[in-house]
């Protein structure tokens, strides 16, 4: 029934002012207009307005500020990447739900986003901060026809494609943090999780968790002077659902130009522009433990097609392969 | 308690022809005598034949052709990486129990034993056959400190493991098909399905699932030809946990020394000696379809450190990545 929901969403926010009649809804929609009725109620329920003046038909007058499966699905274009959303209050984790219908067989393009989560996981099972109403949690299943080798790329395509989404729906100009957070005004604005399940040389599927901050008005103590939020950066209240949509459309087309070459040529120019540390002075840290702390001084020169970072030092062009060193510049170790 | 039967097995093969008092049973496993003889009764009930003499105490008299968890837990060294058998009937997946294991966090070296798959997995989802009583089908949990682009040596590694581990319980030369086979007379008798959970740089954990043809007397007619056991090329029946204990204490030894290189660079001497196709003339098909099938000959040289095989073509000394190509060899193409 989710689908009747998303399809009436979808042709009144189609019609605009207009109204529409029942009988039409009917038709193009292929079900009874008992149908039309139940599902209007629930979407009702669920806090949409929508007007009905008899003889005249139904019409859409506003839309709650929730997050709702069937209205994002509305909103996604025909052909989008993403052909399912799976909504839910409260989750442990976006990525471990997206890896459990992973197994059970679920198909590239589902989305699933949570309004809360419990344990939402940065890097090596790093804690995330998420709390409800004020982010976007989501994890966008794939099944790329790719070797595990080349699949660190799907973070990169992740990180352009937040960036774009982001500048597409609010005033605001993120960088990318190479290689998998994005950052404004210095702070931390979004991470991203990219895991995998594959065999040696084929990939079963990935899942790219994504996290932004996006209408917190403050964070915990710990986190301040790290981390920002797209409302504090703006002064706006931003729709979720909107940015949503802009990023996951976003990612389509990075993603597909991704897949064409199989690496990351074809993006190169745009990642270069948006990365945060580009001709800046980086310390590289090599060594993954404190005990072994080699630093060196260098510039970041952008990314090659594999998506390692290209610090100059003393003259020389160095590749920095992601979890073998980290990387500080001026905006920081997050 | 799987801890005790298995105790009681150690210290009973340990003294062989002496009997062992059950008072120093209870000494030397820290349990009361009625623990003692109910374990020993519930042996009993296994078919492991333990006599007991008044004033004497127990002796191991003969154990049964069956795979037994406390057994196998018996016959591994303290220092064994394997620290761990879980033991199933009847399972779909020895490599899908040990991934549902894992993400419950279960730790490395936990062993999963199957006497039967009803969907043992050959690569890509490929069925493998594996009927009850005839062959080992298991898989080791591991969590290497490795990055996902490494975890390609795991499928080597566990290769030597197998063609060791066959040679040191059976007058048997089995040879390695590249990448993931192993081969007797030319026909299939093992076959190693590796997978992992990662993240870009990151692996959770991978699992290495290991079928090994033993005691088959015959085989289907679609694999007649194509596959052999130990049993049809030996003429001896094999005892299944010897030869398991035998593969994991090879594994141990051949992984260590992956891993303190991070590469095969010190396996190459064996791995290479141990190659089917070494200096032979191969056919290299490129592209992954039917439609493309561009081929060249060349001749198999033997395997890098990173677990590429070498071919040289025209006299130039090609590297050929697995899942790039399938390789045709005199050992045919399984």
Chains 1, 2 share one sequence.
Not at 33 to 43: D, E, P, S, T, V
């Amino acid at each position: 029934m989710t689908g009747v929901k998303k399809e009436i969403l979808r042709v009144l926010r189609e019609a605009g002012e207009e109204f529409v009649s029942g009988q039409r809804l009917c038709q193009e929609l292929g079900v009874t207009r008992q149908a039309i009725w139940k599902n209007i109620g629930k979407l009702r329920e669920n806090g949409y307005q929508i007007e009905s003046v008899p003889n005249k038909g139904y019409r859409l007058r506003s839309v709650p500020d929730r997050l709702y499966a069937p209205d994002l699905e509305s909103r996604l274009p025909e052909d989008s990447i993403c052909h399912r959303v799976e909504y839910h209050d409260i989750l442990d984790s976006t990525n471990t739900r997206a890896k459990q219908l992973a197994e059970q067989g679920e198909p590239e393009g589902t989305l699933v986003v949570a309004e809360q989560q419990l344990a939402g996981k940065g890097r090596r099972g790093r804690r995330w901060s998420s709390r409800p109403g004020e982010g976007i949690w989501m994890t966008l299943l794939l099944r790329p026809g790719l070797k595990p080798a080349q699949a660190s790329g799907i973070t990169l395509v992740a990180a352009l494609a937040v960036v774009g989404g982001i500048r597409r729906v609010c005033p605001a100009e993120p960088l990318i943090k190479w290689p998998n957070d994005i950052v404004l005004q210095g702070k931390k604005l979004c991470g991203i999780l990219t895991e995998m399940s594959s065999e040696m040389d084929f990939i079963h599927y990935a899942v790219v968790g994504i996290g932004i901050n996006v209408n917190h008005t403050d964070f915990p103590e710990e986190l301040e002077g790290k981390a920002t939020s797209l409302r504090i950066e703006t002064g706006k209240e931003i729709g979720r659902q909107e940015l949503i949509i802009a990023v996951i459309t976003e990612f389509q087309r990075y993603y597909q130009r991704y897949l064409e070459r199989g690496d990351l040529s074809g993006l190169l120019e745009e990642y270069n522009r948006y990365l945060a540390n580009r001709e800046q002075p980086v310390t590289v840290y090599y060594g993954m433990t404190e005990d072994e702390n080699v630093t060196r001084q260098g510039i970041a020169k952008g990314i090659d097609a594999a998506g390692a970072l290209l610090v100059e030092i003393d003259g020389v062009c160095e590749r920095i392969v992601s979890g073998e060193v980290s990387v500080r510049g001026i905006y920081g170790y997050v």
